[in-house]
């Protein structure tokens, strides 16, 4: 007798045949919830789940960069964690980290500058969350030969958004630890440089006979996002400093 007893999806009424609904992917023979099963499936299973999950994505990113934005434009997405997710909650961490951090004092008393430094603290998440549309659109203006669309860029520039975030989250804690207390120059070097290293290899298949011209593009690339996010901010301090 097979395990799987529900003749019809109890989330879609759709007929089922085998383990999941083929219309809305429901399991077949659920179970009522209790306590073990929430932690077990919900909480440890469904998030860090060693297969697919965070601590997996996190390990392809890390090591396979340019493989894991290939692999999700090309529709390989179902071992992966969101990456929205995955960067909200890298910045969730960094956020606890910092709480245990000496805040830095303000280089000058100029209200203007008060005003502004205090609008980005308490507006962070929304900042760095910025670097996604940014990065999408000036990779979309030099990569617009390669038929990708913004969403398809969005996700380079949310793999570009993670590996700003981890390097950043490595200085914090070697300040926190006190081993070094002036490490954002080296860390805004090596981010750079992998950003760039994460543009060429994305799009390297597409100039095999022009490899200079990619290593070009992927400078131009960070180029024009600093840019843009230069002008962000200045719009931002504009804005505050005439209120």
Do not use: W
Request: aromatic share 16%; proline share 2%; hydrophobic share 45%.
């Amino acid at each position: 007798m097979s395990e799987y007893k529900n003749s019809r999806c109890i989330n879609c009424d759709t007929e089922i045949i085998g383990k999941f609904c083929h219309n809305c992917s429901q399991k077949s023979n659920t179970q009522r919830l209790d306590i073990k099963h929430f932690i077990q499936h919900d909480i440890i299973h469904g998030a860090f789940h060693l297969d697919k999950g965070l601590p997996f994505t996190l390990k392809e990113i890390i090591l396979r960069p340019a493989a894991v934005a290939q692999n999700y434009i090309q529709g390989k997405r179902v071992r992966y964690y969101n990456f929205f997710y995955l960067t909200l909650v890298i910045i969730g961490f960094t956020l606890l980290l910092q709480s245990f951090m000496d805040k830095p004092s303000f280089r000058n008393n100029n209200p203007s500058y008060v005003k502004s430094l205090n609008f980005a603290r308490e507006n962070i998440k929304f900042i760095l969350l910025s670097f996604i549309p940014l990065f999408a659109i000036s990779s979309r203006m030099v990569y617009h030969k390669v038929k990708f669309n913004i969403a398809e860029h969005s996700i380079i520039a949310s793999i570009c958004l993670i590996y700003f975030l981890l390097f950043n989250l490595l200085s914090d804690i070697l300040k926190l630890m006190k081993l070094d207390e002036n490490t954002n120059p080296i860390i805004n070097l090596i981010t750079a440089i992998t950003i760039i290293i994460i543009y060429y290899q994305v799009f390297k298949e597409y100039y095999q006979n022009k490899r200079y011209l990619n290593v070009i593009n992927a400078f131009i690339t960070l180029f024009i996002f600093i840019i843009f996010f230069v002008l962000l901010v200045s719009f931002i301090v504009l804005f505050i400093t005439m209120k």
